[in-house]
């Protein structure tokens, strides 16, 4: 079966730390642009951050810029989201979505191909 899975959500306290991975499993990521999206209750899904094949292109929304960082392994078929000094209004679930692009400078996806099913994050003291 083709389909992203993520893990390492969780719950920590304003200020911590969270590093989610999404690995695919039944096909490589290696042509494959990866964005991390969240969705918090009553919102809309928001892009957080987005990386190319290559690795070498990385984008990040401006309400997670600085704090987050984005990374992959295409030789471990993952993608990571490290999440630092984490907010309250982080607190969603976390889907990982890829985009099949052979321009490995391609970053951020349009058409999505896969998602995964989502992991939830709750900052709250």
């Known amino acids: 079966q083709l389909q992203l899975v993520e893990s390492g959500g969780g719950l920590v306290q304003p200020g911590g730390s969270l590093r989610l991975s999404c690995a695919a499993s039944g096909f490589t990521l290696d042509y494959y642009a990866i964005g991390w999206f969240r969705q918090a209750p009553g919102k809309e899904r928001e892009g957080v951050s987005c990386i190319s094949s290559s690795g070498g292109n990385m984008h990040y929304a401006d309400s997670v810029k600085g704090r987050f960082t984005i990374s992959r392994d295409n030789a471990k078929n993952t993608v990571y989201l490290q999440m630092n000094s984490l907010k309250p209004e982080d607190t969603a679930v976390y889907y990982c979505?890829?985009?099949?692009?052979?321009?490995?400078?391609?970053?951020?996806?349009?058409?999505?191909?896969?998602w995964g099913q989502g992991t939830q994050v709750t900052v709250s003291s």
């Open positions: 979505a890829a985009d099949l692009n052979y321009d490995t400078d391609y970053a951020c996806p349009g058409k999505v191909d896969y």
